[in-house]
């Protein structure tokens, strides 16, 4: 693809009468290849017009604000646009597709000796969320960025895990939002954790960086999370960060999803259908409570429904659950990011029924976005 195409193709995008300043606003067939999880076959072909109106600082700066920059940036590098953008925005990209590489590899290191000595430990477990899908979905891994290393344990192996992660030279600590300035946690800090949430607190290994580049935590990269990168004591430090659950969420306190583990090679995950639907959890409600953050679990939603799934096992978890709503609205808005429809539609048609007795569903789109749109989010063929 060349610049003369692109700018022919100028020309011919719509005029939207002022600059495009968020993800959801760049043509769909563009946004969709630069939040596929695989830069696949099937999107091969001509590039999608590249509009001339984009204000890449605001779309980069929301790119941070859902934490997919380095999907982002490399799938635009990928596609060969990278020269399109302005050199500040096109080095911040760069800077955090290097940092993601690393943080890939040190924790990936340390989520195989932690699910090894687990196994000795005859502990069942399942590694969750960000973590999990890298290796599932995401080509390379390192695009899918994840500040910490989400594990799943049955509740009778709490106390287990907790001693195999310690043997491991991991410490239950406490820091501040930043991912900075990680200290040991004290017993009552740990105590007042383990008493709100279905999860053990924060077990934390540092990796001192020798022989470190010199741009590591120098700009144009920016330390915040989900990086995990800091000086202590007058070191470059990566904090390799394990959050281990005994429940997903305390919606599903009751549940026994490691009763169906996914039974492919490599780290132990969930089965494909609990996944759709605890990531749809996730991004339908969260979006309520974490404006401009939702789009990362969009991107998974999305390349996971390019997976074959068992319709009749994910109906009867949702109806289970009773979570009708989320995935309605999360598979839907999937859909349109990928631009394939591949929901059965029976099965959209119950999903938008209320259940009886229940005033249930809600519009997240405005939340994930950031303002009010039209009903047609993201459903868009061309520029």
């Given at each position: 693809m060349t610049i003369a195409h692109h700018a022919d193709g100028i020309a011919r995008t719509r005029d939207r009468g002022r600059q495009i300043e968020g993800l959801h606003e760049l043509p769909q067939p563009l946004l969709s290849r630069l939040l596929a999880a695989r830069p696949d076959a099937r999107r091969d072909g001509e590039l999608p017009l590249l509009p001339h109106d984009v204000d890449w600082y605001a779309v980069a700066r929301e790119a941070e604000s859902h934490a997919i920059r380095p999907l982002f940036g490399h799938r635009l590098a990928g596609l060969g646009l990278v020269a399109e953008l302005p050199e500040k925005v096109a080095g911040a990209l760069e800077a955090d597709c290097r940092h993601a590489r690393i943080q890939h590899s040190l924790q990936q290191r340390d989520a195989e000796r932690i699910s090894a000595a687990m196994t000795a430990a005859s502990v069942r477990h399942a590694f969750l969320k960000g973590f999990a899908y890298r290796q599932l979905l995401y080509s390379p891994p390192w695009v899918r960025l994840s500040g910490d290393i989400d594990i799943l344990v049955d509740r009778a192996n709490v106390d287990v895990a907790r001693a195999v992660l310690r043997e491991l030279g991991f410490t239950q600590a406490s820091c501040a939002a930043d991912y900075q300035n990680y200290r040991p946690a004290t017993p009552q800090e740990i105590a007042e954790v383990e008493a709100r949430h279905h999860e053990l607190a924060q077990f934390v290994r540092n990796f001192r960086l020798e022989n470190a580049p010199t741009w590591l935590l120098e700009r144009p990269y920016v330390q915040r999370p989900p990086f995990a990168f800091e000086w202590v004591d007058g070191a470059p430090t990566l904090h390799s960060c394990v959050d281990v659950h005994w429940a997903l969420h305390f919606w599903f306190a009751r549940a026994t999803p490691l009763d169906h583990l996914d039974q492919a090679e490599g780290l132990p995950r969930l089965r494909?259908?609990?996944?759709?639907?605890?990531?749809?959890?996730?991004?339908?409600?969260?979006?309520?409570?974490?404006?401009?953050?939702?789009?990362?679990?969009?991107?998974?939603?999305?390349?996971?429904?390019?997976?074959?799934?068992?319709?009749?096992?994910?109906?009867?978890?949702?109806?289970?659950?009773?979570?009708?709503?989320?995935?309605?609205?999360?598979?839907?808005?999937?859909?349109?990011?990928?631009?394939?429809?591949?929901?059965?539609?029976?099965?959209?048609?119950?999903?938008?029924?209320?259940?009886?007795?229940?005033?249930?569903g809600g519009d997240f789109v405005p939340f994930l976005v950031g303002r009010r749109v039209p009903g047609d989010f993201l459903w868009r063929s061309g520029p």
């Amino acid at each position: 693809m060349t610049i003369a195409h692109h700018a022919d193709g100028i020309a011919r995008t719509r005029d939207r009468g002022r600059q495009i300043e968020g993800l959801h606003e760049l043509p769909q067939p563009l946004l969709s290849r630069l939040l596929a999880a695989r830069p696949d076959a099937r999107r091969d072909g001509e590039l999608p017009l590249l509009p001339h109106d984009v204000d890449w600082y605001a779309v980069a700066r929301e790119a941070e604000s859902h934490a997919i920059r380095p999907l982002f940036g490399h799938r635009l590098a990928g596609l060969g646009l990278v020269a399109e953008l302005p050199e500040k925005v096109a080095g911040a990209l760069e800077a955090d597709c290097r940092h993601a590489r690393i943080q890939h590899s040190l924790q990936q290191r340390d989520a195989e000796r932690i699910s090894a000595a687990m196994t000795a430990a005859s502990v069942r477990h399942a590694f969750l969320k960000g973590f999990a899908y890298r290796q599932l979905l995401y080509s390379p891994p390192w695009v899918r960025l994840s500040g910490d290393i989400d594990i799943l344990v049955d509740r009778a192996n709490v106390d287990v895990a907790r001693a195999v992660l310690r043997e491991l030279g991991f410490t239950q600590a406490s820091c501040a939002a930043d991912y900075q300035n990680y200290r040991p946690a004290t017993p009552q800090e740990i105590a007042e954790v383990e008493a709100r949430h279905h999860e053990l607190a924060q077990f934390v290994r540092n990796f001192r960086l020798e022989n470190a580049p010199t741009w590591l935590l120098e700009r144009p990269y920016v330390q915040r999370p989900p990086f995990a990168f800091e000086w202590v004591d007058g070191a470059p430090t990566l904090h390799s960060c394990v959050d281990v659950h005994w429940a997903l969420h305390f919606w599903f306190a009751r549940a026994t999803p490691l009763d169906h583990l996914d039974q492919a090679e490599g780290l132990p995950r969930l089965r494909l259908e609990w996944n759709l639907l605890f990531s749809s959890f996730k991004l339908y409600f969260e979006s309520f409570d974490r404006p401009r953050h939702g789009f990362a679990q969009l991107a998974d939603l999305a390349a996971l429904l390019e997976l074959p799934v068992d319709w009749p096992l994910l109906r009867s978890l949702v109806r289970a659950w009773r979570l009708e709503d989320a995935a309605f609205y999360a598979l839907s808005a999937a859909e349109r990011l990928s631009g394939r429809r591949v929901l059965p539609a029976a099965l959209l048609d119950e999903w938008a029924q209320p259940a009886r007795g229940r005033v249930g569903g809600g519009d997240f789109v405005p939340f994930l976005v950031g303002r009010r749109v039209p009903g047609d989010f993201l459903w868009r063929s061309g520029p």
